[in-house]
């Protein structure tokens, strides 16, 4: 069963002293992820990889960006679009068009004209929200399985509560019945028009600034940028309206994208994200809402649900 789990726990020293006179250090937010128990980490499948390579920086390196796309129940119509497009190389010499500071990098077409795939889903505005989950401990069947849903202690400005699903950040109605993934830092979404249309998911965009949450429930997210963000990041902001590129010579070419498990074996990136389910996930969460590492004079006493990153790792070969 997977659980949600609550965005801020109690505020609990996990750490004993080592003697009456001399406490023991307090380890940061990074430090409990990083002696984390290697049962505590789940690896991301590669057929959930998706993965962008733009063409070289200005010195000849390569950029490389990996999206985790995200998993049922979430946002599967446009998801199983993507992974079609991406089976075509429909994005192969397309570009980075969009590029607005503390907001989002937006990707596709910026002609328009290229034909989309025959066969892509058309979803309705309903999808940007799933429901059947259970609140405060009540369990609920759906679709054959059961779906437990914790009510945080501290409410969110934007939802009733927040907290982890099966690894993602995610927002509900104070019911619990109705959930929905979050934009936060990295969060990758589908570029629409105006409603009713909600996107085929040909393009996408990434947030790279400070969490637009007004975005929730309405527009669909699909994955996360769990590499590379730093090539999308620090890529010059367009001086068009809504920060798209004027000058088609500032677009950045996309050179490929491609589902992870169709690169070469030895090709394929391999990552792993700290379980939401672990022990190690509610200590590292404290943590992070509750700051008693040496640095911090006053703990907050909580944090958004976007400030609760799940440590995501490359996985090293052996």
Known sequence: MKHLLLTAVAAVSFVLPASADEPAPVPSPGEIAATAPAADWTLIAPSDLLVMDLAPDA?????????????????????????MLAAVHWWDGTSVNRVQDNYVV??????????????????????????????????????????????????????GLTGFWDGWPVAG?????????????????????????????????TVIGHAPRHLDR????????ISGIEHLSSLPRGTGALGFYEDPAERVGIRSIR???????????????????SDSFARYADARANRRDPFFITPA????ICNIPVPIRPVVAK
């Open 59 to 83: 010195k000849g390196k390569p950029r490389r960006v990996v999206i985790q796309l995200m998993p049922a129940p979430f946002s599967q119509g446009w998801i199983g679009n993507i992974r």
């Open 106 to 159: 937006q990707w596709g077409d910026a002609t328009e004209k290229k034909a989309l795939p025959e066969g892509l889903a058309v979803m309705a505005e309903s999808g940007y929200v799933e429901s059947g989950f259970a609140s405060a401990g009540v369990h609920a069947g759906v679709g054959g399985t059961e779906r437990l849903l914790s009510v945080p202690v501290k409410t969110d400005a934007f939802s």
């Open 173 to 205: 109605a104070k019911e619990g019945y109705h959930v929905w993934p979050v934009h936060c830092y990295g969060a990758v979404g589908v570029g629409r028009n105006m409603s009713p249309d909600t996107g085929s998911g040909a393009e996408l965009y």
């Open 218 to 225: 309405n527009i669909a997210v699909v994955g996360r940028v």
């Open 259 to 277: 589902i992870a498990i169709e690169l070469p074996a030895a090709e394929q990136p391999r990552f792993e994200y700290l379980s939401t389910e």
């Open 301 to 304: 006493g909580g944090a958004d």
